[in-house]
């Protein structure tokens, strides 16, 4: 069998690799048993990406093959990524496996105070859609904007979930370590983001309001007064821009009239 070993390379220069119906062959059985092309070039004795892709180009039956490797790990990769989609908590309760269609139950007081108070808890309405003793999570929503009365127990119940979810965030950046701390970070600004949507008045990001126009379009302005010379000067100023008679003041004390 024909070696495919690397011949020798100077310090520091990746050593060239010849083609061989072997080594091609090795390739494509590594490529479709999940192995990438950046894993596979650097392991020792295997070419680079590059110089495979430019095998494919020249080299047909190598280019068959190759296709044919990668579409097979294409097809493993979004098998793994489709059942790890499906094990994910939100998709599992949008599904709501183990029951029947059409309704659930009936919106009496009772159901409604149990769902508000699920809310205040921080629980979603997605969750508490996939509770089989709970109406759908669109069911929910729809109560929402139908019901007048459970539209303002929903309010309050998102209003009282907001301030569980601070206090939340605090409870988790006083427990983190470093081992969770990059993890901790997603979670805390999740939870403020959230917050802040739920309660904007609360927790939201506060910014300066610029100052209001007249209702013409105009900038309101400052009037600014500065005295320049003592009490009676100022008071002389002030009434010959009147046409009025000084103000005359006394010692010590303001000028008289004012």
């Known amino acids: 069998m024909t070696s495919h ?35 596979l070039s650097a392991e020792p004795g295997m070419p680079s990406a590059w110089t495979m892709r430019d095998w494919a180009r020249r ?7 190759f296709e044919a490797a990668r579409g097979v790990s294409q097809a493993r990769q979004l098998a793994q990524e489709r059942r790890a989609d499906e094990t994910r908590r939100w998709r599992r309760m949008l599904k709501r496996s183990g029951r029947r269609g059409g309704r659930v139950s009936i919106r009496t007081h009772e159901l409604t105070q149990a769902i508000c108070a699920r809310i205040a808890a921080g629980e979603t309405v997605v969750s508490i859609g996939a509770d089989p003793a709970m109406p759908a999570a669109s ?41 969770t701390v990059r993890a901790d970070r997603l979670r805390i600004q999740t939870l403020r983001w959230h917050t802040a949507m739920l309660a904007p008045k609360k927790y939201g990001v ?43 003041s006394a010692p010590g004390g303001p000028p008289s009239g004012a």
């Open 5 to 39: 070993s690397p011949p020798p390379a100077r310090a520091g220069v990746r050593a060239p690799v010849r083609y061989s119906p072997e080594l091609g062959r090795e390739i494509c059985a590594r490529l479709a048993a999940g192995v990438s092309q950046k894993a």
């Open 59 to 65: 080299i047909p039956e190598f280019a068959t093959a």
């Open 139 to 179: 069911t929910i929503c729809g109560w929402v904007r139908s019901d007048d009365d459970f539209r303002e127990m929903y309010a309050r119940a998102k209003d009282a979930a907001a301030d569980l979810l601070f206090d939340l965030a605090l409870e988790i950046a006083l427990e983190s370590s470093d081992e």
């Open 206 to 248: 506060r910014r300066a309001l610029a100052p209001e126009s007249d209702g013409e379009g105009r900038e309101p302005w400052t009037v600014v007064i500065q005295r320049f010379g003592g009490p009676e000067d100022g008071a002389k100023q002030i009434a010959d821009h009147a046409g009025e008679p000084p103000l005359r």
